[in-house]
């Protein structure tokens, strides 16, 4: 293997305890090479040489998710998407961007700010919040 992003795919999934499988391989590869959080639909198109189904792209998203490879973005789009974590980052909370134009989602780094004060109901409490910024990216303004 002579591909230096996919064997820091290998590498990560060694490091997760995870069998490296070629799907698996290939889904995490493709992340990593996209560089900002990425729907499966997306990835679908990114590992077709590998004839890999819809079914098979979810299970494996879903598997690295719960190992702590990868993190679900949720935006307020409909498309659920995906970004890779990297050694030790699990706790680390950003913000995104997400252009309308073209629905590509972008990290914004540094610290997500706290939650404003707000009135809860009895009883009620906040366990998390996201930070979620809408507009238009460079190429599309």
């Keep these: 293997m002579s591909d230096p992003v996919e064997e820091r795919a290998v590498e990560m999934l060694r ?5 490296v499988t070629g799907p698996r391989v290939a889904v995490l590869t493709a992340m990593l090479r996209r560089q900002h959080p990425v729907a499966a639909s997306d990835l679908i198109d990114d590992v077709a040489s590998m004839r890999l189904s819809e079914v098979t792209v979810y299970r494996n998203l879903n598997r690295l998710a719960d190992s702590g490879v990868v993190r679900r973005v949720d935006t307020t789009e ?24 073209c629905g590509t989602v972008t990290c914004i780094e540094g610290d997500v700010p706290p939650v404003a004060p707000v009135s809860l109901p009895d009883g009620y409490r906040v366990d998390a919040h996201r930070v979620v910024l809408h507009g238009r990216c460079a190429t599309c303004d």
């Design 15 to 19: 490091s997760a305890h995870l069998r």
């Design 78 to 101: 409909r498309r659920r998407r995906f970004e890779v974590l990297d050694a030790g980052e699990s706790d680390h909370e950003h913000a995104h961007f997400v252009c309308d134009g």
